[in-house]
């Protein structure tokens, strides 16, 4: 018997090839294009080998720190944007509570107008469509917080504290309970957040009467307001629905821009009418 050959884990060379480094290959790409069906486009040109350096090179974004801190602003609100829609869904599917919901809500909030505040970043910006389209974002969610300028919970007015006749009816029923030891009161607004929600009325109303009319003066006065009336009402009363829409209306100007008499006029008997519906709960 003989042993087979050892199999060789390559093609062998033949003989008769002696290797030699002078020579050299052609290809037409012409014809190899035609022969597999496809047509050479007229217009290509081969690139230089010396070009390929020059295409290879890297992309820097900025050139200057300027330029650094504005695509460092604009990357901030992008991400503002996606980590607020982000927070949207998971409030919406009850994973965070209203009170860590409310807090974070507003400091996105916060910090988006606050990168926007620079001029520089405000013209690159555009507005929110348009920076939307420019980098392909879909966040409805986000969207809709960002166009409002409030969390959610603020719009409809999901706080902890039920309305003074609310908790007077309830006070009342507790104590005719046969067992009133059975389990506490329910909460009631305190007298200090009566107090504040009074105070911010009085003086978002005293700041129209001093013409104050920009959105940079109105718009965190009328915050405080809504704020402040949700901790004491737990439910809607007249006048405070007009709250929520001057809110969103300011939240949609530039910060600079200012209401026309017209307008400030309109504000002022729209919030007096809140201020006298806020205070139609407490009798």
């Known amino acids: 018997m003989y042993a087979s050959p050892r199999q060789l884990?390559?093609?062998?060379?033949?003989?008769?090839?002696?290797?030699?480094?002078?020579?050299?290959?052609?290809?037409?790409?012409?014809?190899v294009k035609l022969r597999n069906g496809l047509r050479l486009d007229p217009t290509f040109q081969m690139i230089p080998a010396e070009s390929f350096a020059l295409v290879l090179q890297e992309v820097k974004l900025s050139t200057n720190p300027s330029s650094r801190d504005l695509y460092d602003s604009l990357a901030e609100i992008y991400g503002i944007i996606i980590t607020l829609d982000a927070l949207e869904k998971a409030y919406i599917k009850d994973s965070v509570n209203d009170a860590d919901y409310t807090d974070i809500c507003n400091r996105l909030l916060k910090q988006y107008k606050n990168n926007l505040t620079d001029e520089t970043v405000a013209k690159e910006f555009v507005d929110l469509e348009t920076f939307k389209r420019e980098w392909d974002i879909d966040c409805p969610r986000a969207?809709?917080?960002?166009?409002?300028?409030?969390?959610?919970?603020?719009?409809?007015?999901?706080?902890?504290?039920?309305?003074?006749?609310?908790?007077?009816?309830?006070?009342?029923?507790?104590?005719?309970?046969?067992?009133?030891?059975?389990?506490?009161?329910?909460?009631?607004?305190?007298?200090?957040?009566?107090?504040?929600?009074?105070?911010?009325?009085?003086?978002?109303?005293?700041?129209?009467?001093?013409?104050?009319?920009?959105?940079?003066?109105?718009?965190?006065?009328?915050?405080?307001?809504?704020?402040?009336?949700?901790?004491?009402?737990?439910?809607?009363?007249?006048?405070?629905?007009?709250?929520?829409?001057?809110?969103?209306?300011?939240?949609?100007?530039?910060?600079?821009?200012?209401?026309?008499?017209?307008?400030?006029?309109?504000?002022?008997?729209?919030?007096?009418?809140?201020?006298?519906?806020?205070?139609?709960?407490?009798?």
């Open 143 to 283: 969207t809709e917080r960002l166009r409002s300028g409030l969390p959610l919970t603020t719009l409809h007015a999901t706080q902890q504290h039920p309305s003074i006749s609310h908790h007077r009816s309830q006070s009342q029923s507790y104590a005719s309970s046969p067992n009133p030891t059975s389990g506490p009161p329910p909460s009631v607004a305190t007298g200090t957040q009566i107090l504040t929600a009074t105070e911010n009325f009085i003086t978002f109303l005293d700041a129209l009467k001093l013409g104050m009319l920009s959105k940079d003066q109105l718009h965190p006065l009328l915050s405080d307001v809504i704020q402040s009336v949700n901790r004491v009402a737990g439910e809607e009363f007249e006048g405070r629905v007009n709250i929520i829409r001057w809110l969103i209306k300011l939240n949609g100007m530039r910060a600079t821009e200012e209401l026309d008499e017209e307008a400030a006029r309109e504000l002022s008997f729209d919030i007096e009418g809140a201020y006298n519906g806020f205070k139609g709960t407490l009798n």
């Open 9 to 31: 884990p390559y093609a062998p060379t033949p003989y008769s090839y002696t290797p030699s480094s002078h020579l050299s290959a052609t290809v037409n790409l012409d014809e």
